[in-house]
Structures are given as C-alpha cells and as structure tokens.
C-alpha cells in the first residue's frame, strides 16, 4: 500500500518537472519523509534518483542543504559553532572525531551528519550546537554526549 502511494507521489512530481525544478524536488522529499514516517528509506531514495536519472551522488548532495529532511542513515543533524567567541570548539570536534568517528562534511555511524556553521548569536554561552535546528549553548563534551545518546 505505502509503495502504491510513493509511486503516485513521484509520478505525480515527475510530471511537475522534480528533474529539473529543485523546489518540486524538495517538495518530493518531503512528502515521502512524511510518507514512510518521518524518515526517507535508503530504498526510496534509490527509486527517485532512477525514476528522475539523478546520479547516485546527487540526491545526498542535495539533503545536506536540507537538514529537515531526514534518512535511514541520517535521522539528525548537529552544526557546530564557528564563530569567534565559541572559544571551546576545536574542543568539540575533537571529541566528535574522537568518540564517534565524524568529521565535519561526515555522517556519524550514530546516525547523525555534522556540520560546522556561523555564529549562533549567543557568543556569551558558548560554546554553542544546533541539533536538528535547535541551538544548545554551554556545550561540554559530556553535555554533547548526553545530547546525542538522548536522539
């Protein structure tokens, strides 16, 4: 019943140009995340890039500019402050390396893909992190720790 459905869905999206039209493209991931129930199964994935001829490496490329959009292997995302004043950092993605074996531009074997990013604008609790759009300031290691086993 659910592959019915996502067949209509990206049929629908084919005829609406998903090929060529990165905003039906996006609206296609979208649909199928909510589909298969908040999260885009690996299968699904390699059905849209056949149906719409994308390389294999074309849609990974186009959901790290989409955190929101999650998959089996991604189910969050993690941005780490580079700012100026998040003086503890390098801290951070030191242990991130160390611990899980990610760095940024990476997907973690936890299921997470980490990122670095511009100042979150609360230089004054930092060190600061964005896990899946919400920014966490005060970071430690630990808290970090706690953050990511918590998912």
């Not at 609406?16 to 995340?33: I, W």
């Not at 100026?84 to 997470?112: I, M, N, Q």
């Amino acid at each position: 019943m659910i592959q019915e459905e996502f067949a209509q869905i990206l049929s629908f999206y084919q005829g609406r140009g998903a090929a060529s039209d990165q905003n039906e493209l996006v609206a296609l991931l979208r649909e199928t995340q909510e589909l298969y129930g908040g999260v885009i199964p690996q299968h699904a994935l390699d059905e849209i890039a056949r149906v719409l001829g994308f390389r294999e490496t074309f849609l990974p490329a186009v959901l790290r500019r989409y955190p929101s959009i999650k998959t089996e292997a991604v189910r969050h995302s993690l941005t780490v402050c580079q700012g100026p004043s998040c003086g503890r950092r390098r801290e951070l993605l030191d242990f991130l390396s160390r611990e899980y074996g990610v760095e940024p531009g990476g997907v973690a074997p936890a299921g997470f893909r980490l990122q670095t990013g511009g100042c979150m604008k609360n230089c004054g609790k930092g060190p600061c992190v964005r896990w899946d759009g919400v920014v966490h300031t005060g970071m430690t290691p630990d808290a970090l720790r706690a953050l990511i086993e918590k998912k």
